[in-house]
């Protein structure tokens, strides 16, 4: 059973930074895709970041230039670093491993949720 759990969101103002993390558990990491999504109030779920098992990464329009992820192996852990935060950042972020990563898009593994992490953009 796929257990995953994110930290690292707050409240933060315009500009400003968060470091999210996502440990992951009964799943071998390593060979595994692993994508971070995000759903603000009224909103479907939308991809942020994807880094594959290789290390190649994908990113949102949105987020190109501000946001990196990265992922340690060692610790069965992925980070999305998020920097020059806009209030349209606002969302709960979820990290999803073990998804389908193809043609630059993410398609998430079903049942391979965690909790998801809030973060807010305000000043």
């Known amino acids: 059973q796929v257990q995953l759990v994110e930290s690292g969101g707050g409240l933060v103002q315009p500009g400003g930074s968060l470091r999210l993390s996502c440990a992951a558990s009964g799943i071998t990491f390593s060979i595994n895709a692993v994508g971070w999504l995000r759903q603000a109030p009224g909103k479907q779920r939308e991809m942020v970041a994807v880094?594959?098992?290789?290390?190649?990464?994908n990113y949102a329009d949105s987020v190109k230039g501000r946001f990196t992820i990265s992922r340690d192996g060692a610790k069965s852990t992925v980070y999305l670093q998020m920097n020059n935060l806009k209030p349209e950042d606002t969302a709960v972020y979820y990290c999803?491993?073990?998804?389908?990563?193809?043609?630059?898009?993410?398609?998430?593994?079903?049942?391979?949720w965690g909790q998801g992490t809030q973060v807010t953009v305000s000043s």
């Open positions: 880094i594959s098992s290789g290390g190649s990464t």
């Open positions: 999803n491993v073990g998804g389908t990563y193809a043609h630059g898009t993410y398609y998430p593994r079903l049942g391979s």
